[in-house]
């Protein structure tokens, strides 16, 4: 039986292009054998799959999209718009995917936002048991129109990585993005934990660099990563990936306590 529960199946053009930039630069989908992506959870209608597939196969034409969806009807609607290299089916958590097969990438994003924190760590399980050797899950949250997002890039072993991605035009604080953290974060951004540290730091270091605004928000955004890997934060990436509004830290210097 397909394991999880129905979402609400918000979904919108666009809405995960950062994301799906972010999966474009993993090592997991370049090397692989078997280029085979899971948008698990992709909502009301084949969008995202379908862009999914788009965006990755400029860096891996022979990649291979599978949406999965535990409403039935989800499933229905979307399989009328499957296209070579993009199928849909039935399913949850477990991953069901053909000939016993495992994903090299799993997508799973606006899909934990509406469980309890306690069930986070037993769905990562199960999503993570579905990848191939090197694969990873991506775990995260975004709002409507995707300019806020943030995700967690796990492994194997576990949870790696930490990223926000953010629209700079505008921005007033980097700190909007604790509405859209992934669920084993969004209820620990309170004094005493990591999280809330990471955040008031940006947002001290994004205020500080105030006045690189004359020069265009991406830099002031790359002036504001480079005082949070200075003050100690593990700031990985290059300004190649900062100026496009990302920040990704080690999961260690954000992990709930």
């Not at 199946?9 to 370049?30: E, F, H, K, M, Y």
């Not at 280029?35 to 400029?58: C, I, K, Q």
């Not at 020069?215 to 002031?220: F, V």
């Not at 990936?241 to 830290?249: A, K, M, Q, S």
């Amino acid at each position: 039986m397909a394991e999880g529960r129905i979402t609400r199946g918000t979904t919108g053009v666009n809405r995960l292009r950062r994301v799906d930039r972010w999966i474009g630069t993993l090592p997991a989908v370049r090397l692989t054998d078997d280029p085979l992506v899971v948008d698990l959870g992709y909502g009301a209608s084949a969008t995202t799959s379908l862009e999914l597939h788009d965006r990755l196969a400029r860096v891996r034409p022979d990649v291979e999209v599978i949406g999965i969806e535990i409403d039935p009807t989800r499933v229905a609607l979307a399989s009328r718009d499957a296209k070579p290299g993009v199928s849909f089916r039935l399913g949850g958590f477990e991953v069901p995917l053909p000939a016993g097969r495992r994903a090299t990438i799993i997508r799973a994003l606006n899909v934990l936002r509406q469980y309890d924190e306690s069930e986070v760590a037993a769905a990562w399980d199960r999503m993570l048991d579905r990848l191939q050797p090197g694969g990873e899950l991506v775990e995260g949250t975004c709002n409507e129109t995707g300019r806020v997002c943030s995700w967690v890039t796990l492994d194997a072993a576990g949870p790696q990585r930490f990223t926000i991605s953010l629209r700079l035009a505008e921005l007033e604080r980097p700190s909007i993005v604790a509405e859209r953290l992934p669920k084993v974060l969004i209820h620990r951004n309170v004094p005493g934990e990591r999280i809330h540290d990471f955040l008031v730091e940006l947002d001290r270091a994004w205020q500080i660099n105030s006045p690189l605004s004359v020069y265009g928000p991406s830099q002031r955004w790359i002036a504001t990563v480079e005082a949070m890997r200075s003050s100690g934060w593990p700031v990985q990436g290059s300004k190649a990936r900062w100026r496009l509004g990302e920040l990704t830290v080690n999961w260690d210097a954000v992990a709930p306590n």
